[in-house]
Each structure stands twice: as C-alpha cells, then as structure tokens.
C-alpha cells in the first residue's frame, strides 16, 4: 500500500493532457508549487511511551513483533481519506503511533491491552488502514497501532452451514482465494477490497458492491470473538436468536471502540455460475431511480444495481480508466450472478424498460467490471495536479431520497464555491437507498481546512435533511459529532455506558465513535 496515497505504487497513472485542461477551465485547477515529500521526509515525533511499556509489549508478542523505526509508523499514520493524503503528502506525521504491535493470538491481544490499560496507553486496531473517515488519526496522545496482520488465517470451514472462521487480519482478497479452494465466495467487494481486512469489514459495516445480492458485510456476520480490557466476548451460537439483544449488532461497527475483533464466523455462498453485467440507460436521475426502487420492491434484484447521475454519467466516472468520455442521460449498470442468470436479467429487464430505461448491452458492464475498483488511484492523480477530490455517502428512505440528494448538493456548491458534484446509488433495499457522492474542486488556501468546512456543512445538511450521517464508511472521528446528533443524547449516554464496562481506562481507540 502506497504510504501517501491509494493501493499499489505500480497502478497509479497520469491524467490524460484533455482531462488536465478539462479541470484546468471548468474548475481553475493549477498544479501546486511544492513536491510531495518522500517518506523519510515525514516528519514524526519522537516515540514517547512510559519506559516500562515497550519491554512488556515485547514479552507479549515478541520482540520481533514490536517496532517503533520511522518508516513502520509512517506506514501506520492515518488512514486513507483525502485530509489524511494531502497531510502525509506535505510531511505532517503528527497522529503517528509511538510503536507498532502485531499480536499472533487472542490471549496476546488481551496482553497487549492489559498492558496498555495498566499505563494508560491508548491501542488503535489497524488493519488495512483504508479509513476514510478519520478512523485512525489519534491526536496529542501517545498510543500503540495493534496491526493484526499475524490473524490471518482461515481456522475452518463448514461447509452443512456454509460458514467460514477467520482471523480479522485476513485481507479480502486472500479470503476469496483460500474459500474458492473450498467452491464458496463471500461475494463481498467493496472500493476497498484489494487491501482491506476481514476485521476492517465488521468494525466499520462495511458494504460491497454486490450488497443487493450477497447483503451487507454485517449480514455475514454468524459470530465473533472480541478481546476487550475487560475480558473475552464470544457472540453468535445460532443463526437467529431471540435471548435478548443480539451483542453482535453492539460490536459491529464499533471501529475498535469496544474492543478488538479477533475472530470471525461468516456466512459463505457457493461460487456463482455465472455473472453478467450489463449498462442502462435513463433520461434523469429520478426515473432511473424509479426504476431501482420497482426491481427493490417488485423483483427481480440484480446481484449489483448502480445509478449514475447525469453529471457523474457526463464525466463518466462509472468507468474510471475512460475518464472524460461520459455520455447523456444516467448510466445504470445491473449485474446478475448464479445459475438462473438469463431468467432473472430478462424479467428486470422488462422492468427497467417499461419505466424508460434503454438497453445498452454488455460493454458498458463489462467495461465497469474492468475498474470498479479505479476510483482511488483516479483520486491520487487528481490531488497530484491540484484538485481536491473526495467522498461521502448517506442513505435514506425512498420517500426522503430526493430531498436528501439536493440538501447534499446544495451544500457542497454552497460551501465551495463551484465544485463538480457528482453521486451514484449503489446500494439498494425495499425501503431506500444510499446516495454516494464525489465532489471535485480546485485547491485554495490550505486544502485541508478548505475540505474540513464543507465537511462540516455537508453533516449539518444530512441529518437536517433526514438521512444517516453514513451508510457504509463509519463514523470514526470526521462523522462523531454529526452521529451523536442522529442518535440523540440519550443514545451518546448508552454508548459511553457500554465504553466505560468494556474499556474502564479509555485506551481503546480514543476520539473515535464516542463524542
């Protein structure tokens, strides 16, 4: 993983000289005066963790597995949101964990936190380090990034109830290989997959690209195993259950606040059959829209239902590597996978075109499928020339979504003078949808705090306007004060009730989740 920007270093790619001037006369954007520093370039303060801490940590997990070298905590710095890229860029390492712990075992994780606690160390959980929402970014306090690269394995696979146990330290990618030796899937594909974790995936309940047929990543979730300051949590003993609460829903999306996830049951699907994508197109926004919310509540469900609006579908940002040649309308790709593929594409295809969309065949699907995952390293080229680019989402009730929408657009135009605005629908249900939005503009003053207002209204607009402060990126400290005002006082006194239980001393993961 790139240190200063997005995935691998080998990927990243210029912008077309059209695309340049594209952003140079729609947006005034000017490439910046100043290089990127390198990364011994970053600057970091000295570690600082009490004298006694750094031996104990190495009896817990071995010496070898304790580091405090410059390039380790630099790559432990942050996460991957675009405030977080554009201060590693100019050398600010401020937020750097004091040393990097990387635990093999439940009990040295419990080590690890007993140890921590007694000192009053703070621990952040870092997996693949893919935040964007400000997950990972600990200031003024010393603390410890606990890496769970080392819990990554698959422990088993049982496959009468179709269920898998991983380590959290698992990377997406690593599990679809060892479960397809196996002829199952997860069938979870988010942005992030090339480099996110299994553990990632529950703190932050996440969801993939193909949510509407494989479900979220916390309707995978059978169980989990949980190592707090306080003791062990073992959840999940049945695939329902009406003994109380359901202590799982309490951990998932926690970001680390609660506890560390260090094991996971997960529900698996066979490999599908077959998959085929496929492009739409629709005159506006609202009746594409229209036509998701028939398929949601009417059937059939694609396996993958995107909308793209008429700006995001104009600068074509649903094909990554084709920047700037988008087209007219909203572009719209549905994908089907399993064994009754053509059966399921010719009914929603009946839908779609009763509601006015117009078939595009296989290539605007296929071309997708190419670089669903692109998006980012577009993101890094474009801070390179001087654009400030980045994303947030929401989700709201069908009723509210059209709303929710011109409240988010409406903001951002307004606290950034003429940004390009574009958004997408992704994930869809019976009762709503999400609505992900990229903006783009030009880099004035410092960028940083320029981003750091929008953001402020753009939080302000969604919970004004009805829809929840994040449907999949998480909380983390960027959406902490906008999320206690979604759940309310009452609901902030909960969560500090649960925190003070599990993580008496408050070392688990600081500022994050919890106002």
Not at 155 to 164: G, K, L, Q, R
Not at 173 to 201: D, I, K, M, N, V
Not at 252 to 262: D, K, N, Q, R, Y
């Amino acid at each position: 993983m790139l240190w200063s920007g997005w995935g691998d270093p080998a990927k990243a790619r210029e912008l077309p000289e059209t695309v340049r001037k594209l952003l140079h006369d729609l947006l005034g954007v000017r490439e910046p005066a100043e290089r990127a520093v390198t990364l011994p370039e970053v600057r970091l303060a000295s570690p600082a963790l009490p004298h006694q801490v750094l031996p104990d940590l190495e009896r817990a997990v071995g010496a070898e597995f304790v580091h405090t070298d410059h390039e380790t905590r630099v790559r432990h710095t942050r996460g991957k949101s675009t405030p977080d890229l554009l201060k590693m860029r100019i050398g600010d390492g401020s937020g750097a964990p004091d040393a990097v712990v990387l635990p093999g075992s439940h009990d040295e994780v419990l080590e690890v936190l007993r140890v921590c606690a007694a000192e009053r160390v703070a621990v952040v959980p870092f997996g693949g380090g893919t935040s964007v929402v400000g997950g990972l970014a600990v200031a003024d306090r010393r603390f410890v990034a606990l890496d769970l690269a080392r819990l990554d394995r698959l422990e088993a696979v049982d496959t009468e109830s179709m269920i898998a146990t991983f380590g959290p330290g698992v990377r997406a990618p690593e599990a679809e290989r060892l479960l397809a030796e196996h002829g199952l899937t997860l069938g979870h594909f988010p942005q992030s997959f090339e480099y996110a974790t299994l553990g990632g995936f529950a703190a932050a309940r996440s969801s993939g690209q193909a949510s509407a047929g494989y479900g979220r990543f916390d309707d995978m979730v059978a169980g989990l195993t949980v190592a707090t300051p306080t003791g062990t949590l073992d959840l999940g003993r049945a695939p329902k259950s009406a003994a109380g609460p359901d202590l799982r829903q309490l951990v998932l999306g926690s970001e680390g606040a609660f506890g560390v996830i260090t094991g996971l049951r997960l529900r698996v699907r066979r490999i599908p059959a077959e998959k085929v994508y496929e492009g739409w197109r629709f005159a506006t926004f609202q009746e594409g829209a229209a036509a998701m919310r028939a398929l949601a509540q009417r059937g059939p469900l694609p396996t993958v239902l995107r909308l793209s609006d008429e700006t995001e579908t104009m600068i074509g940002l649903a094909r990554p590597e084709a920047i700037g040649g988008g087209d007219s309308g909203c572009l719209m790709i549905a994908g089907y996978e399993g064994d009754d593929v053509e059966h399921r594409r010719a009914a929603a295809g009946r839908v779609l075109t009763e509601l006015g969309g117009v078939s595009l065949g296989a290539e605007p699907g296929q071309a997708w499928e190419h670089g669903r995952y692109s998006a980012p390293y577009l993101r890094d080229s474009l801070l390179t020339v001087g654009a400030t680019v980045e994303t947030l989402e929401t989700a709201g009730f069908w009723a509210n979504l059209s709303r929710l929408y011109d409240a988010v657009r409406l903001s951002l135009l307004g606290s950034l003078g003429s940004p390009l605005v574009m958004c997408h629908i992704s994930h869809v249900y019976e009762t709503g949808a999400s609505l992900y939005f990229t903006v783009v503009t030009a880099q004035q003053g410092d960028p940083v705090e320029q981003w750091d207002r929008a953001k402020e209204a753009v939080n302000d607009a969604i919970i004004e306007a009805g829809g929840t402060i994040s449907h999949h990126h998480g909380v983390g400290r960027d959406h902490r004060d906008a999320y206690a005002r979604e759940i309310g006082p009452l609901g902030v006194e909960i969560l500090r009730a649960v925190k003070e239980r599990l993580d008496p001393a408050g070392i688990l993961n600081p500022g994050a989740l919890i106002p």
